[in-house]
């Protein structure tokens, strides 16, 4: 009996070792060229969205939002959109300051979004067109 046993969890766990081997791995990610971002104006109140092309500029308010990637996930797989960006702010003076460099999570808005003063930005989705012409057809 006891032979048994060894035996039977030998086997469970060969079984189980191959269904983890067998297993697909986690899907790639999508590169897309467009971010596209919700920002608020405190002042008044008014929430608009805005698509961006990665390396491009653009501005909200005093901050300038500039994408460096944006990826998503399969749609056979569950969402996860994220984007690396760079938030410039322009100050009174005319100075620009580095105010955000890192990852925007659209599932989680308030855990890296850019909050200022006067302006937030935050990461919504990713796209592979926009209606706005891209930055060389303007």
């Not at 697909?24 to 109140?45: M, R």
């Not at 996930?73 to 955000?100: C, Q, Y």
């Not at 302006?119 to 990713?126: I, K, S």
Request: one cysteine or more; proline letters at 8%; hydrophobic letters at 45%.
């Amino acid at each position: 009996m006891n032979c048994a046993l060894v035996r039977f969890g030998t086997v469970a766990a060969a079984f189980a070792t191959a269904l983890v081997a067998a297993a697909p791995a986690s899907a790639e990610k999508i590169s897309n060229p467009v971010a596209v971002f919700a920002g608020l104006d405190k002042i008044t109140g008014r929430i608009i969205s805005f698509d961006v092309y990665i390396d491009e500029t653009v501005q909200f308010g005093a901050l300038q939002v500039t994408p460096r990637v944006c990826y998503t996930r399969p749609p056979t797989e569950p969402p996860l959109t994220d984007a690396f960006i760079e938030v410039d702010e322009i100050t009174l003076n005319r100075t620009v300051k580095r105010i955000f460099t890192g990852w925007m999570f659209a599932a989680s808005p308030g855990l890296h979004a850019v909050d200022h003063a006067v302006y937030d930005v935050w990461l919504t989705d990713c796209k592979t067109t926009s209606p706005v012409a891209p930055p060389g057809n303007r």
